[in-house]
């Protein structure tokens, strides 16, 4: 089956540093990929995607590559800031697997930005 | 557009009873997606409706369901609940359709259970 391993939390860091988020997955077939964000008290709201091997997803400083040789989709930002902290969930579909409207969601890093 | 919204926000009960929640999908959406978020096991998948069908469903015990009504309103229902229960129940509003080769989902607020 499918499953999503991202790096276990919390990250805690100081204003401007650079962050990195760990993620990788498994699929039975061709999934598109996702980063997900939850600020304290509201539900997710998608970050940023990417759809095959290689494309970059984009959003608010935030970058993650495809990556299909290391299967995997790690979210970065060059500098952040104290409105960045909040929960960050990695997450697969896989529209080949007949569950193509199911996410995969990994358990989620907290990250902390201290200023 | 208005957003998804989750009723009730939070709700407290007790073992053995039922519960129903409510979710208004985004205006035009037909696809619905429920899941449950806990501590423990993150977020899982429990079941997706489009069009008043349900289309795919989670590994939960047969005490949870949910249906969706002809607007497209969902709900979902749990009952006989158990401590294990208590959890944040996201749902999630879809078009059904691919854009840019993805279904994009938008999740509401959750709806906050906790059983005691």
């Known amino acids: 089956g499918n499953s999503v391993t991202q790096m276990e939390g919390p990250v805690t860091l100081s204003e401007e540093a650079f962050l990195t988020i760990n993620c990788t997955y498994t699929a039975t077939g061709y999934p598109s990929l996702f980063w997900y964000v939850q600020y304290p008290g509201e539900g997710l709201q998608l970050l940023l995607k990417a759809t095959k091997a290689d494309d970059k997803g984009s959003n608010k400083g935030f970058e993650a590559t495809y990556r299909k040789e290391t299967t995997s989709f790690h979210l970065e930002k060059g500098s952040v800031q104290v409105s960045d902290s909040a929960v960050y969930f990695c997450?697969?579909?896989?529209?080949?697997?007949?569950?193509?409207?199911?996410?995969?969601f990994g358990k989620g890093t907290l990250l902390t930005v201290n200023p | 557009k208005a957003g998804v919204t989750q009723t009730p926000r939070y709700l407290i009960k007790t073992r053995g009873q039922q519960v129903t929640l409510s979710c208004s999908p985004i205006?035009?959406?037909?696809?619905v997606s429920w899941y449950q978020q806990t501590p423990g096991q993150g977020l899982q998948f429990l079941f997706e409706?489009?069009?008043?069908?349900?289309?795919n469903k989670g590994n939960f015990p047969g005490r949870f369901s949910g249906r969706q009504f002809s607007n497209s309103r969902s709900e979902m229902n749990v009952s006989t609940l158990e401590l294990g229960d208590s959890a944040l129940y996201l749902c999630a509003s879809s078009s059904g359709q691919l854009t840019s080769g993805v279904y994009e989902q938008y999740f509401g607020p959750g709806t906050r259970l906790t059983v005691t």
């Open positions: 997450a697969l579909s896989d529209l080949s697997g007949g569950s193509n409207y199911k996410l995969t």
């Open positions: 409706y489009f069009s008043e069908t349900q289309r």
């Open positions: 205006s035009g959406h037909r696809s």
